[in-house]
């Protein structure tokens, strides 16, 4: 019982965690999961950009 606690105590944090930091706008993207065409490949400073645009 001590082991899954652990173990969802870890996953609950991982969640924390991730979830700050996409809120915070800091969460990097990734080449594993998500769209892979070109015009889903701009570059981080103009994907910034236009999702700032957008929360106006």
Do not use: Q, W
Request: hydrophobic content about 45%; charged content about 15%.
């Amino acid at each position: 019982m001590i082991v899954l606690t652990v173990l969802l105590t870890i996953f609950g944090l991982a969640i924390l965690t991730t979830g700050a930091l996409a809120f915070t706008g800091k969460l990097p993207g990734n080449s594993f999961v998500g769209l892979h065409i070109p015009e889903a490949s701009y570059p981080r400073s103009e994907c910034s950009m236009i999702l700032r645009r957008d929360e106006r």
